[in-house]
């Protein structure tokens, strides 16, 4: 059984601090790892990838893979009110198309 | 936007009625897949299609079928409707970087 456990939250933080949010996977075949955005009623949006152990930075977003570990975090710097939202991390075996396994998801509460 | 939409967007139903769900992609993805999202249980993976009349089960089949006749649509078929199948269901697509999936918008279906 595939698993992927993330801390429900929420998580809160001021505005302009670091968020964060972390996940772990339970089948070590997985190969790719995905961090999606969820606000209230609305549908999830992709943030980031990350194949290789190490980090993967985009704008405010930092992505961190533990593979040893089985490990996967995201960064988020000088956190908004605006990033206020559910955040869904999922893993998949990369095995030429997706069957993504998600986990429940941390939300996220940025106090101004 | 991934050029993504279903319908309907929400839709009551009573238990025992059949009910289809349209997902519609406008971007000839091969990929395409079908997920319900209900509290505490996150994103769970119902049917997925790798291409026309090609499709398989996912973690949460029973009481659903799938149909893809053709590559730009992919419906979801809840042949007699029971209240603990109300739940949000999304679909996705796989992108052009493998394994990356982008979501709809969603429809809310409640079961009475």
């Known amino acids: 059984q595939k698993e992927v456990e993330q801390n429900s939250g929420p998580l809160s933080v001021p505005e302009g601090a670091i968020a964060s949010l972390n996940c772990t996977y339970s089948d070590r075949g997985s190969q790719s790892f995905f961090w999606y955005r969820q606000y209230s009623g609305k549908s999830p949006e992709l943030i980031m990838f990350i194949y290789s152990n190490g980090d993967k930075e985009d704008g405010r977003f930092t992505a961190q893979l533990n593979k040893a570990s089985q490990y996967v975090s995201l960064l988020i710097r000088d956190s908004q009110p605006s990033d206020s939202a559910t955040y869904l991390c999922?893993?998949?075996?990369?095995?030429?198309?997706?069957?993504?396994?998600f986990g429940k998801g941390t939300m996220l509460l940025v106090s101004p | 936007d991934a050029g993504i939409t279903q319908s309907p967007r929400h839709k009551v139903t009573e238990t025992g009625t059949p009910v289809t769900l349209r997902c519609h992609q406008t971007e000839n993805h091969r990929y395409m897949y079908w997920y319900r999202q209900d509290p505490g249980h996150g994103l769970r993976l119902i049917h997925y299609?790798?291409?026309?009349?090609?499709?398989d089960k996912g973690e949460v089949s029973d009481g659903y079928s799938v149909s893809r006749s053709k590559t730009e649509d992919f419906l979801l078929t809840l042949e007699s409707a029971t209240s603990s199948q109300t739940s949000v269901y999304f679909c996705?697509?796989?992108?052009?970087?493998?394994?990356?999936?982008?979501f709809g918008p969603g429809t809310r279906l409640t079961v009475l």
């Open positions: 996705a697509i796989t992108g052009t970087l493998t394994d990356t999936q982008y």
């Open positions: 999922a893993a998949s075996m990369n095995s030429g198309y997706s069957t993504l396994t």
């Open positions: 299609s790798y291409g026309v009349k090609d499709t």
